[in-house]
């Protein structure tokens, strides 16, 4: 099993079969717009901006499970992203990323990598780096920023 056997609903309501990434080098985060974490949605552009012609995608994911911080319907979710933040990058719709109801690719997510806390997210901005072939390399925390995972994405994007 790889995340190329999920599928995901886009921020715009369609079905996407995540094998459409196979080939690309996916960074999926959870994301949150009232986040003390939120500015990183500029440092995840500037990383797709310079990667993505590399073969790099970013997933984001919004959730609402931590502290209630992305309690905007969908549309305000996008609008708050390209507005604020320049977001190319695609975007998911609202997804539960911990506990019984959590999406299927989180629950391998966190199976895969765990993480201090063991399985469960601890927070938004938790960051998957995954290998051209679909699977989990490496777990970041909410507090790496975006730029500091450049030395890991580059060496996933030259295997």
Not at 25 to 36: D, E, F, H, Q
Not at 58 to 84: A, H, K, T, W, Y
Not at 94 to 102: C, L, M, R, S, Y
């Amino acid at each position: 099993m790889t995340v190329h056997d999920f599928t995901a609903r886009t921020i715009t309501g369609e079905e996407k079969p995540l094998s459409d990434y196979a080939g690309s080098v996916l960074l999926i985060v959870n994301t949150a717009s009232k986040c003390g974490f939120t500015p990183q949605y500029g440092e995840l552009q500037q990383l797709y901006d310079k990667y993505h012609e590399q073969g790099l995608e970013i997933l984001g994911f919004p959730s609402n499970q931590f502290g209630g911080q992305e309690p905007g319907s969908e549309d305000e979710i996008q609008e708050f992203c390209q507005v604020n933040y320049g977001v190319t990058f695609p975007m998911f719709s609202k997804t539960e990323v911990k506990g019984p109801d959590a999406h299927p690719l989180f629950q391998y997510l966190t199976r895969e990598a765990p993480g201090f806390l063991g399985q469960a997210i601890k927070w938004n901005f938790t960051k998957f780096l995954v290998n051209r072939q679909g699977q989990v390399v490496q777990r970041f925390a909410p507090t790496t920023k975006p730029d500091q995972l450049e030395g890991e994405i580059e060496k996933v994007l030259k295997e």
